[in-house]
């Protein structure tokens, strides 16, 4: 696969409540923490995100560890792969953040991607086994295609601090990703999942930072919102936004979406998440919003991006 601009992005931790909406939807063959990570707003949208998934259950066993595929799920620029590891006995797996050494190879795709892995909900963190959530963000769908995953050293680190001062009391060393489990794991499998994603193409002008620009499409999901604009001032564009850091390792959102719901209420996109890529060749940005709840995307009215309003049919 040709990595144009292969961007990784930092794990973080997920902790959710076991409740009887994801009871339910496992029973429909979505496996419980990864419903648990994804925590559904509605016994209905717990069935659909447990409808579209593709169950994979495949392991790669070696004197290193046991890396086990479980289930994906997915929409137009993101893709959701759960996996269990198991260390040789000994080892403790109890850090805050995981992450792999790791190589991806799509046959259907051959554009930027970004990666990150989320270390799920621990029953015993004191054992040698961890699940792990791995983020694909894609400028398209990877729905039908065949993927090749190359993972490589299982590395550790410490929590992530969230505002300056914390950040100014905590050894920087405890940051560094470290190898904790040396070896490969190396597996390829269908990425079969039902797409979630709606598509609208309003092909609307708008100004952004003073630039005329078209919006060309939005895709919205439970799991995500997706737009893309073109402009010949794209580069302009993209150094006129503010690239404003607010608190640590945390940025304003540069092209920030709002969502209206139908009871009136709202939310926008304050800080920067998922993937933004900016091609000043053929003058297209293409950037993820990956918001703190699921969508309710049943309930949305329309969406903002700028002076863009787009009437969400439901």
């Known amino acids: 696969m040709k990595r144009l601009r292969p961007i990784a992005m930092a794990a973080v931790m997920a902790f959710c409540l076991i409740t009887t909406t994801a009871f339910a939807a496992a029973h429909l063959g979505l496996d419980i923490k990864f419903l648990n990570f994804l925590n559904p707003s509605s016994d209905e949208q717990a069935e659909y995100l447990a409808s579209g998934a593709y169950v994979v259950e495949k392991q790669v066993k070696n004197k290193n560890g046991i890396l086990e595929i479980k289930q994906v799920i997915g929409d137009s620029n993101l893709t959701y792969i759960s996996m269990d590891f198991i260390a040789p006995e000994g080892v403790v797996l109890n850090a805050e953040r995981y992450r792999f050494d790791c190589n991806v190879d799509v046959n259907s795709y051959s554009g930027p991607y970004g990666i990150g892995f989320t270390k799920l909900e621990d029953e015993n963190p ?3 086994k961890i699940s792990i959530i791995m983020a694909l963000h894609t400028e398209k769908s990877l729905i039908g295609g065949d993927i090749k995953l190359k ?13 300056f001062e914390e950040a100014a009391t905590v050894d920087p060393k405890a940051q560094v990703f470290k190898t904790v489990v040396k070896g490969s794991w190396d597996t390829s499998f269908k990425l079969n999942f039902k797409d979630y994603s709606r598509t609208y193409e309003p092909n609307s002008k708008l100004m952004l930072y003073g630039y005329e620009a078209t919006l060309q499409s939005i895709a919205v999901s439970p799991i995500s919102i997706t737009i893309k604009f073109s402009s010949p001032f794209t580069r302009e564009i993209h150094e006129a936004s503010p690239f404003e850091q607010i608190e640590y390792d945390t940025y304003l959102d540069e092209f920030p979406v709002t969502i209206n719901y139908k009871d ?14 900016g091609d ?35």
């Not at 009136?264 to 890529?277: I, N």
């Not at 995307?297 to 009437?311: A, C, L, M, R, T």
């Open 151 to 163: 993972l490589r050293e299982l590395e550790a680190a410490g929590p992530l601090p969230k505002t």
């Open 264 to 277: 009136g209420s709202k939310e926008t996109t304050r800080y920067s998440s998922g993937m933004m890529v």
């Open 280 to 314: 000043y060749l053929s003058n297209t940005t293409v950037s993820i919003k990956i918001f703190d709840k699921l969508i309710n995307d049943k309930e949305i009215e329309s969406i903002e991006f700028f002076n863009v309003v787009i009437p969400i049919d439901n």
């Open 126 to 128: 004191n054992d040698n």
